[in-house]
């Protein structure tokens, strides 16, 4: 009998390196990675090229009926690459034009209902890891392993930095330090499903842990996990 297989779930604030560790447990796993922040950043870069009126309930229902959303692998990346009505627009949602829109986008009720009914569906069959904002409150609050990361302010705003600046080397750390304190705000304030710590879930604090520290700590987690699984 193979091991039964359970949901990851990584949420946390914004540049905590949530997808990257995400797509690691993945591949170590052999797991399903799925970036919910891909969902609404697809979301909002179709409301931004349309002039979608956030404001107008009619306005956004309409948009979200001629939207389709799915991932397909990119060998190059070896992760997955978001498709918006037939388009690959994986590089296209990085930019920041995208970033300084997509927190008041994702704060609708209707388009997060949207989006959890999109990735509850990926989770039907388990083996699955997901990050996010709300995957372990809202999405899936049954989740076997919830990780809540987080990370010093300084230190995610010159991630955040070094990220934008290969493809936008004009952008400066006061315009990044707005972005993410602008997306901080409206993550844990928004009326629908805001940031929140699930009351089961490991927080990872990765201020001062290397990418491969903090790996190890998550897939040794994981692991205790899957073996609780496997042994109920």
Same mark, same amino acid.
């Given at each position: 009998m193979s091991d039964q297989k359970?949901?990851?779930t990584l949420d946390g604030w914004s540049s905590c390196g949530k997808s990257t560790l995400a797509k690691a447990l993945?591949?170590?796993? %052999?797991?399903? @990675?799925v970036d919910s922040g891909a969902m609404y950043r697809a979301i909002t870069l179709f409301f931004i090229r349309h002039q979608v009126n956030i404001a107008d309930p009619l306005a956004v229902e309409k948009a979200l %009926? +001629? *939207?389709?959303?799915? @991932?397909?692998? !990119?060998? +190059?990346? %070896?992760? +997955?690459?978001?498709?918006?009505? %037939?388009? !690959?627009?994986?590089?296209? *949602?990085?930019?920041?034009?995208v970033a300084s829109r997509v927190s008041e986008v994702a704060a609708l009720a209707r388009v997060r209902q949207f989006a959890v009914q999109q990735q509850q569906r990926l989770g039907k069959e388990k083996g699955i890891v997901m990050d996010g904002r709300d995957i372990g409150t809202?999405? @899936?609050?049954?989740?076997?392993?919830k990780i809540f990361m987080t990370?010093? /302010?300084? *230190?995610?705003?010159?991630?955040?930095? /070094?990220?934008?600046?290969?493809?936008?080397?004009?952008i400066t750390v006061d315009m990044v330090r707005e972005n993410l304190e602008q997306r901080d705000y409206l993550d844990a304030n928004r009326t629908e499903s805001p940031l929140r710590q699930a009351t089961d879930a490991r927080v990872l604090d990765n201020s001062k842990l290397s990418p491969s520290q903090q790996?190890?700590?998550?897939?040794?987690?994981?692991?205790?996990?899957?073996? /609780?699984? !496997?042994?109920?």
């Open positions: 359970i949901i990851i993945a591949a170590a796993l %052999g797991y399903v @990675f %009926g +001629s *939207i389709q959303l799915h @991932f397909v692998f !990119n060998p +190059s990346r %070896g992760a +997955s690459d978001i498709v918006l009505n %037939g388009e !690959n627009v994986e590089a296209l *949602i990085r930019e920041m034009a809202v999405v @899936f609050p049954q989740a076997e392993l990370a010093d /302010k300084e *230190i995610r705003v010159q991630r955040r930095l /070094k990220e934008l600046q290969a493809t936008n080397p004009a790996f190890e700590m998550a897939l040794l987690w994981a692991r205790e996990a899957i073996r /609780k699984a !496997n042994a109920q």
